[in-house]
Every structure is written in C-alpha cells, then in structure tokens.
C-alpha cells in the first residue's frame, strides 16, 4: 500500500531531525509517544543504519510501557531502517509516516526546509499502521507488514512488543552479528529479563516431554551464569530477529496458538524442519510481560499493577494446544480421556493451594480441547508435513529438569519466607503465648458456667442418654435414619408421611453426628455443652479483627455467653440458636480477614484470603441452616458490604453459595409453593413453638423483651415492680451501654468503615426481629405461634459488641528492638502515632475503664440469665418399651401411634418410628403449611381416631390406625401434661375395643399391639416416599451439595506454609 505523507514538515527546536505532522485520525496517545520520543532522542555519532532490518512494535491501548521501547530501541548504535508500529487500538485509520535522519559525522549538520541533504545523515522512515483485531502479537505484526511499506533491501523482522525493551545500546546490533556470523540461522533470540533488567525470565528454552523447559529460575539475578548458551529449541519472539526467509520456509506464525504459546510452536516447526534456533544472551531484553503477569487485560486495557488479573486460564489453555500438537493424533483419544483423571486431580490441588479459579480453568481444560479440535489438527498437519526434514533439537533431559525444580522451588521458597530476626520471633512468640493463653482460660471458663448450671444432665449424656427441653424433643435416632431424613424431601412423622423439604438444620445435626463417629444422640450433647466455649472463642476471634487488646477480647467473649444465657438458650436448649451464636460471630471475623480488612500483631501484615472465604462460606451455611429467616438479613449485608469494599467483590459473591446449596429445596419449595404460605417456613425452626411466641405486632421494645423472656409492659404493669423490675433494669443497662459504644464507634475517624458496617449489621437484625414476630410459623388448636426473634436480635447484639471493640481501638504491642526504660517499655500505637505519653496513658486509662465496663455488663448478663431463666434441660434415659423398640427396628416403614390424655376433651398424639418422640421427625415445612390451613387426611384420620378412643373408645378407631400401617400404640401415664383420670379412661376405651393386645404396663405407659393386621404385612406405604427418595431433583441437590461442600472444605483446609506468621 502507498505511503501518505503530510504536505508540511515543521523544523524543530534541534535541527537534527523533523517530524511529519500525523493524522487527527490516529491514536492520540501512540500519536504524542511517537512524537515525543522522536523529538527527543539521543544523538550519537557512533549511530548507523541497517537497511536489511525493519522493527516491528506491537502497541495496545495500554501504552504505560510503549515509550520507554521506543526510547530504547531509538538510543540503540545500530538502528533499523524502518520503524513498523502497529496499532492495535483501531485508533489508526490509515497508515501514517514520519521519520528522522541520522548524522553519519560528530560535524554539525545543515537541514534546510523541505530538505536534508544526503549526504550529511541518512533516514529512519518511522510508518504508524493500523493492526486493530490482532488475535495476538504474530497477528499484529501480520496485518501491521499488510499496511506497512517495507522496502525491497529489508531482509529480516525485529519483533518486539510494547512491553519488552532492549536493555543497552547494542542489543540490535549483537543480533545482526550473530546473523551474520551464522547466516542459515532461522531465529535469532535475546536474553529474556524483567522491566528493571536486573533479573532473569529465561535465556531460550529446550524440549522437554510435550512441552518448554526454560532451565531458568525465573526472578533469579542475571549474573551472565547462562551466557554460554546458544542453539536453543525455542526462544520468546519479543526482541527475537527473525529472517524473511524463515517465513518463506516455514510459514507464518500460527496465531491461534496465541501470544503465550506461538513462539514456541514456531521455533517447534523450525527445529522439525531442520532449522536453527538461537538465543545470543548478550543481546538483553527487559520485557514486562504486562498480560502474563496480570497487569493487562486481553482486550489491551490496563490493570492496576497492584490488583493483577488472574490469567491462569489462558496459559493453562496454551499449555494445552502445545501439549496436543507435540503428540500423534491417533493418541489424542487417550490423552483427552487420562486429561478428564489429570483435570480432577490438578482442580483438587488447587484448592487445596486455595486458588479456586486455578480449578474451575483445570476443569474446564478437557472440554476446552475438543472445541480446538480442528485448529489443533491443521497445526498439527503443518509439523507433520515437515517431520522429514532432519530432526535435530536440543532437549532437557530428566536430571536437568529435576534439578531445575529444586532450584525453582528453593528460589520460591525464599521468596516467600517472611525473613524474621530473633528478636522479633521472640516478640511475636510472647504476645502468641498471651494471647491464646488468655484464650484458653476465658474457654475453660464458660464451659465450666454452663456444665456448673447443667451438672446432673453432663453425667447423663454420654452414657447414651438425649437431652430435651419444653422447647427441644429427646431423640433416640441412629445415623442411618438420620442421613435419610436430612437427604430426602419427605416429612416422616406426620402422618403416614408427607413430601416436605427436610428440616435444614438436620444437615447441621448430620454433620455434628459425622464427628462423633455416627452418634447422633451424643452429637446434641456435644453441642450443647460445647456450645460456650465456642461461642466465647468464635466472638474471641471477630473482636481480634477490631483490636488486638487481650483483656477487652477476652470480656466480650465472655459477655457473648452471658447474653447467650440472657437469651435462654441454655436454659430452654435451643440448639439452633447455640450453633447460631457459635459461628456467626466466627463467619463474621472470616469475612474481614477474607477482605483483608484486620488488625494484626507488629511486623505481620494484613492480607486478603480465599481461604477465609471458604471458611466463611462454610459458617454462614451453618448460620442459615439453623436459622433459615437470617439468610435474607445476611443477604442485605452482604450487598451493603459490596457497596463498602473497594476491592475482591468476586470472593464476596462466593460466600452464599454453600448456605443456597444447603437451603435449596427449603427455597424451591418456598418459591413454588408460596402462594400457599409455604415461604413462612424461613421463619421457622424444629423447635417447639413456646406459649409467649404468638403472633401480634410488637413495638421494639416488646420484641427486646421477648427475646430476654420478658412479658411484655402491658403485661408487667400488672404485675409488682418488685418482681420484675430487676430484669427489666439489667436487660435496659447490657442494651442501653452496648448502644452507646455503638454510637461512639461511629464517631471515631480511624473505623468508619467498620463501624458502618456494624452498624448496617445491627439494624438488618432488629429488623428482622420485628418482621418475625408478625410472621405465622406454626399452629397448635386456635393459637397462631411466630418465628423467634433471637435469630435477629443476636445479629444485632452481635454487631453492637463488636462496636464495643471498635470503640477500644488497635491496641497493636509495637515491637522495639532496642532496650527502652520500665516507664517507657508499653508503648502503645497510639502513642507511637502522635508522639504524646500523656495521649496513650489516657488511651491505656481509658481502654482499662472499657475493660472494667464490660466486665461489669457481663456480671450483669449472666446474673439475670442465672436468676430469671428457669433451667427446664431434661435428660431423657428412658422411651417406648423395649419390644416396642425391636418392632420399630425391624422394619423402616413400621410406626407406633403414642397418646397423651391432657384432659376430658383434649388428647394429644405423635407419630413413633424410633424410642423417643424424635426430634429427627420435626418438619418446619408441615407447620407453615398447617399455618396455611393445608391438612394431610391421614394426618385427620389419626386426629379422629385419637379423639374416638379418648371419647368412648370403638372398633373403626382401631381400624382407621391399623389401616394405615400402624402396629400399635402407646399410651403415655408418666408425662406431667397427663391427666389422671383422662388417661385412666383412654386405657379402659381401648382395652375395650377389639384387634388389640396389651403386652407391657409400667409406670410409664402401656403398650398395646395391633392384631387384625398380621404382623408381617404392617407398615405405612412407602410407595410416595420412595419416589420422592428416588426422584431427579433430589439427586441433582445432593450432587449439587457435595460438590459445593467438598470444594469448600478443600480451600477452608489450613495451609501451614505460607502466612505462617499471620496471627489470629
């Protein structure tokens, strides 16, 4: 194509050399470089002019570096005739021209306008053409030689990228000497450095088994130890000179290989047809490799070189095409199925490394792969037609390989190591042993408080007896009935059965079971008392991310316990909220620490995680799976905490994932079903609903009163301030201080963001509070109950104690190498900060004051949770008698129906299949669905026929219970709710009716067979529930969980290399 002038030449401030005026048309930023670097490069008499060789440059819309090449490449002795520069921005139109002369003496030289004069300097014609599109650097500089015009002397390509400067003054003409010493050489390589020029990247690569061994440990120091190198199999085409006639020969660059790969698979097609490869490390290029290292979108955009981009997934992707392309097609098969086992095995370590998204691309490498199926057959078709050249390639063998791994991994290593003196060791040694010292006791502590207050029940449990409550049914399940009920869409004790979403907290028990080797029974225990020095150490860690204070860490770890057994969740055993309270506070501190946003001990820096991700993810499902109404308060602060952060959003969206695949069919059957009311059982739990939970709309300090067990004030003006007024006084005191703290918080410049975000916390949870004590989650008679208000109100409790830490500022133990005076040994940070002791003593007074404040509040707390919460934990050793038990466990589908006589008119009944009226049959689903007014008729059938034989007794009663599979029943005498005389005439109604036999009588109850149906051919239909247990989407939910769930374990697994001095 012509070349197009500008008609005006202007003269410059120096006279040696002018400029052309270029097109308003072109890229202004290429445009102004060029200009700019032109107008002011170095004038050296030394420098000459090969006509022979034309520069290529590769330049994008990221032209951070771009200038420093071109200056590089105009400062060199020996210059290239032409100058190609090949915009790959579409801001080039048409191709434009400039140039500059080059004195061939020191003498002045005389430039007249329009004209130089020849003999005095010789020209470097600079052309600026369009190369928009490029698929990689061989495609620009393919279409840039289409627009370009070269002249007919030009007999090699300089290739060099915007980002990889020659370093030197004579790095082109250390290459054109090498040619020229070797001219049937067919590619021509430079040192390959980083942008300072100080270190190595690799000084030309050899063959290894399907794939580059560069030999080089890249970022080691170039000390010339690889200088002797010269005939290579590969080198990088940046800053490579490449011969004319190499192209003819061989062709060119195949650019679907990409800029990561197509220089190897050039140099692959040049040693295969006999060529050579070179690399002359005395030529030197510094490249920055702004797209491998992250810093460059693969659109061309810049990155912020402090946030880099992950660009795992296309060098895995040429890794690929190379690998496929050194093989025989007829392996291809094989390869692509061993690739399915290597993707598994590669996406498992990854994780495991905590890089998720090195997973998902080693996942996806297989199928990538047959969608490059032709392109890696014609590549591939290009090398086999050259296999019978001679085959002379320099290869790597094992030993240098292996020997090149532990250098790279010693080089790593050493990076990476945080280099400590052994003062500083010593430091942070001190302040560990303090602070997970301090930890432990303040454990040991709550767990003594509550196994004090719950002694007789702790010498129970663990001989296989299950705790119970008037909120919390006793269970006598084992681990198989237990993975089926939390596994199947299908309510197993209402009724004969009903298809239902299984309780989500059933997951949480399962996986509690998991680690007391399949006990479920004991697992309740194990939460139960467990449950304090967890929520102490869990709440101990999210204080660690506001301050690194010991003592305020340690009191408000115990004041979470205190407020725990403010709430009753002791005393009532309401596990659901006891895991509540364990790891919110812990998924919490993971979310800070995932974001980077912590404090840390001196000489430890904060950093963000992934690992903390997982971690979170994992806490948080445990959070919704106990209490399904805080995943839609969890949600509201995840996005205002999307609106808050300023960096890893992404991490952020991967933390609700486990918590959705946990909830899953509570949430499908909520959306599908919610014109029914269904959507009310995210407000609901497998707790009994208490007898003060009734639905009404609540003021705000109603609801604070409900969750304190309060009456309400209506109630308590009624009643003597002397009977209540203490609660009332301590529960004002613990919230109306925790507030204040909070709203010092947000007066403090140095946390604004954090106590922002605690502050959103807390009114997400008061608000939800206020929405679950309108909301209808169950029904008993005429009485309508709602959902809890503890979830919400610990949210926010929560919150507003860690604005308590907030308010007790870093605290950070600064290290002073130096020995320092007794007086002056506890400097503190914000000592150090203003330079002022009278400041930090009056910090150190004041976080002292904090310490004393909170302590007191927890002295409070406990006291009233002590004193106010009546201790109704129950120790259930007994159940149905043990030939009732056998029947049960010889059949799955067989049920027993227990009845309780409450008075002359009211009897209350439960489905049996295990000991104990099991806690493993609680269905949230069926009482939202029962709020609703949606009924099961067996469910009516079992209602009538407990009211006929409570009534006068009959035959059809029995009938109606053994025609749906029931083998007996259960009358229960012991039970405090029982009425004497009703129960007496339960008995008689049913030893009077026919098809019965009594075969046990205790002080417990009696127990009678079933005999009109033989005993071989009992048990409920199981033919709906095996479809549900059989069905499509419950096999989709369980894969879809147990890969979310293992992926999130696999990251959330501690690594004990890297960060191992980060502190907790």
């Excluded at 032409?82 to 020191?106: E, K, L, N």
């Excluded at 169950?778 to 503890?790: F, P």
Aim: net charge positive; aromatic share 8%; hydrophobic share 50%.
């Amino acid at each position: 194509m012509p070349s197009q002038e500008s008609t005006s030449i202007v003269r410059l401030a120096r006279p040696s050399s002018t400029l052309v005026n270029m097109s308003s048309n072109a890229s202004v930023d290429i445009q102004r470089i060029v200009a700019g670097e032109v107008s002011r490069r170095p004038r050296q008499a030394q420098q000459t002019i090969d006509r022979t060789i034309a520069a290529i440059i590769s330049v994008e819309k990221d032209v951070r570096f771009f200038s420093a090449t071109l200056r590089s490449l105009l400062a060199q002795k020996l210059l290239p005739g032409t100058i190609v520069i090949a915009d790959c921005t579409g801001g080039t139109s048409q191709p434009m021209r400039t140039g500059f002369p080059v004195s061939r003496s020191s003498e002045s030289v005389t430039v007249e306008v329009g004209r130089v004069t020849q003999e005095a300097s010789e020209r470097v014609d600079v052309q600026l053409v369009r190369a928009s599109g490029a698929a990689s650097f061989s495609d620009a500089v393919d279409k840039a030689l289409e627009y370009a015009s070269l002249p007919a002397s030009v007999r090699a390509l300089w290739l060099l990228h915007d980002d990889s400067r020659p370093v030197g003054s004579n790095c082109l003409e250390t290459l054109v000497e090498a040619w020229r010493n070797t001219p049937t050489v067919s590619l021509i390589g430079a040192k390959q450095l980083d942008w300072s020029g100080s270190a190595l990247h690799s000084v030309g690569a050899y063959a290894g088994r399907h794939r580059l061994e560069t030999l080089v440990v890249d970022g080691e120091p170039d000390q010339e130890q690889y200088d002797g190198r010269g005939d290579v199999f590969a080198v990088s085409l940046a800053g490579a000179l490449l011969p004319l006639q190499t192209i003819k020969e061989i062709g060119n660059v195949n650019k679907w290989f990409g800029t990561f790969s197509e220089g190897a698979d050039f140099s692959r097609r040049i040693s295969q047809s006999g060529g050579r490869v070179i690399v002359v490390p005395q030529a030197r290029i510094a490249h920055r490799r702004a797209r491998f290292e992250g810093v460059r979108t693969r659109g061309g955009e810049p990155v912020d070189e402090e946030t880099p981009m992950d660009v795992v997934a296309p060098v895995l992707d040429a890794g690929q095409k190379y690998y496929y392309t050194d093989t025989r097609v007829p392996f291809w098969p094989l390869i692509w199925l061993a690739s399915l086992f290597r993707a598994l095995w590669d996406a498992v370590g990854a994780l495991i490394s905590k890089d998720p998204w090195r997973a998902w691309c080693a996942l996806c490498l297989p199928w990538r792969a047959l969608s490059d199926f032709p392109q890696m057959v014609r590549a591939r078709s290009r090398q086999h037609s050259r296999r019978g050249a001679a085959w002379n390639t320099i290869v790597a063998d094992r030993a240098q390989i292996a020997q090149w791994h532990k250098r790279c991994n010693a080089f790593e290593s050493q990076r990476n190591t945080v280099l400590l003196g052994p003062l500083a060791k010593s430091h942070l040694r001190s302040r560990a042993v303090r602070r997970f010292g301090a930890a432990a006791l303040m454990a040991v502590v709550a767990f003594a408080v509550v196994v004090a207050l719950n002694w007789r029940a702790f010498g129970k449990v663990w001989g296989g007896a299950s705790i119970y409550s008037s909120l919390l049914l006793p269970s006598a399940v084992d681990f198989t009935t237990l993975l089926s009920s939390a596994t199947t869409p299908w309510a197993f004790g209402i009724g004969v059965g009903v298809a239902a979403p299984p309780a989500p907290w059933l997951m949480v028990w399962l996986a509690a079971s998991v680690l007391t080797l399949g006990h479920p029974v004991v697992a309740l225990s194990m939460m139960f008392f467990l449950a304090a020095p967890a929520m102490a150490l869990a709440f101990w860690a999210l204080a660690g991310v506001f301050t690194r204070s010991d003592p305020v860490r340690v009191v408000v770890g115990l004041l979470w316990v205190a407020v725990g057994l403010a709430f009753g969740v002791f005393g009532d055993a309401n596990l659901p909220m006891l895991m509540v309270m364990v790891f919110l506070p812990a998924a919490f501190a993971f979310t800070f620490r995932a974001l980077g946003l912590y404090n840390t001990e001196d000489l430890v820096r904060p950093h963000s995680s992934v690992q903390a991700v997982a971690c979170a993810a994992l806490c948080f499902a445990i959070v919704t799976a106990c209490e399904p109404q805080l995943l839609l308060a969890l949600m509201v602060c995840l996005i205002f905490f999307l609106f808050v952060v300023r960096s890893h959003r992404t991490m952020l969206l991967l933390i609700p994932l486990p918590s959705l695949a946990v909830l899953a069919p509570t949430i499908v059957d909520a959306v599908r079903c919610g014109t029914q009311g269904v959507w009310r059982q995210l407000f609901a739990d497998v707790l009994v609903p208490q007898s003060s939970s009734t639905v009404s709309s609540l003021s705000f300090l109603q609801v604070m009163l409900r969750a304190f067990g309060l009456p309400k004030e209506s109630d308590m003006a009624m009643q003597s301030f002397g009977q209540w007024g203490p609660e009332l006084i301590a529960v004002l005191i613990v919230f109306g201080t925790l507030a204040v703290f909070a709203v010092v918080s947000l007066l403090l410049p140095f946390a604004l963001r954090a106590s922002r975000i605690m502050w959103v916390v807390a009114l997400v949870g008061f608000v939800s509070a206020l929405a679950a004590c309108r909301i209808g989650v169950a029904v008993q008679g005429t009485t309508t109950y709602a959902g809890s208000v503890l979830p919400g109100i610990a949210l926010a409790f929560m919150a507003l104690l860690a604005c308590s830490c907030i308010v007790a500022g870093g605290a950070v133990k600064r290290f002073v190498p130096l020995r320092v005076s007794a007086s002056d040994e506890e400097l503190s940070e914000d000592e150090t900060k203003n330079g002022s002791k009278m400041r930090g003593a009056a910090v150190k007074t004041g976080r002292a004051a904090l310490v004393v404040l909170l302590a007191l509040i927890t002295v409070v707390a406990g006291a009233f949770g002590i004193r106010h919460r009546d201790n109704n934990l129950g120790v259930s050793e007994g159940g149905l008698p043990m030939v009732t038990t056998d029947y049960l466990q010889n059949k799955g589908d067989r049920r027993v129906l227990a009845l309780e006589a409450i008075s002359p008119n009211s009897i209350e009944y439960s489905v049996m299949r295990s000991r104990r009226g099991d806690l493993v049959d609680a269905s949230p689903s069926w009482k939202a669905r029962q709020v609703s007014g949606n009924n099961d008729v067996a469910t009516d059938l079992l209602a009538k026929a407990s009211t006929e034989l409570l009534a006068n007794g009959g035959d059809d009663a029995i009938d109606s219970i053994a025609k749906l599979g029931f083998g007996g029943i259960y009358v229960s005498t012991d039970s405090s709710m029982a009425d004497k005389d009703s129960t007496l005439r339960l008995i008689s109604n049913i030893n009077a009716s026919d098809g019965v036999q009594s075969l046990v009588t205790n002080s417990s109850g009696t127990y009678y067979r079933l005999t009109k149906i033989d005993e071989s051919e009992q048990g409920v239909s199981s033919q709906a529930e095996e479809e549900a247990r059989n069905g499509g989407w419950r096999k989709a939910w369980l894969f879809s969980l147990f890969v979310v769930v293992v992926i999130y374990m696999l990251v959330a697994i501690p690594r004990t290399r890297k960060y191992s001095q980060e502190q907790a």
